[in-house]
């Protein structure tokens, strides 16, 4: 059991005790990086080992812009506060579009129902403004099937 514990504890501590690599410019100009800087260099830490070799720095290092680090935990909340504002947004639009084509293909099929009913040859009937049943002519159900076949040409295309 103790053989165990003090692996687990000898394994967090090589990971604690990697190295860092600092890097300076030496009396040439050149990028030279290293464990031990000399004297009055000024240095700049990498954590680990590079593994594509190449140690110069990057354009926005070189342009003296300033290198974006880890998010402070107020900033992670901004940033999940603005990615939930962002889903959101978009299921609400995702609601609202297929609010839109049901009741587009609701429409639709209201209209083809009163064009096959207007087709059918059966006598039509409308109420009047005093609530009596009023047949149609075939003039007026001719107008009421070219007015339901452009209602059914808008609403199902």
């Known amino acids: 059991m103790k053989n165990v514990l003090v692996l687990v504890v000898l394994a967090f501590a090589c990971g604690a005790a990697q190295a860092q690599i600092k890097c300076w ?84 099929d209201q209209a083809q129902a009163n064009v096959r009913n207007l087709e059918s040859g059966q006598r039509q009937v409308r109420i009047d403004q005093n609530g009596e049943r009023v047949f149609l002519d075939d003039d007026q159900v001719a107008q009421e099937l070219s007015k339901a076949r452009q209602a059914a040409s808008q609403w199902c295309n």
């Open 25 to 108: 410019n030496d009396a040439d100009g050149k990028r030279v990086c290293g464990d031990t800087p000399p004297a009055g260099a000024r240095t700049t830490t990498i954590r680990g080992t590079s593994s594509s070799g190449d140690s110069a720095p990057s354009a926005a290092s070189q342009s003296g812009a300033t290198k974006k680090g880890p998010l402070t935990p107020a900033e992670q909340e901004q940033e999940f506060r603005k990615r939930q504002m962002d889903a959101a947004k978009d299921a609400e639009k995702a609601a609202a579009a297929q609010k839109e084509a049901s009741a587009k293909k609701e429409n639709c």
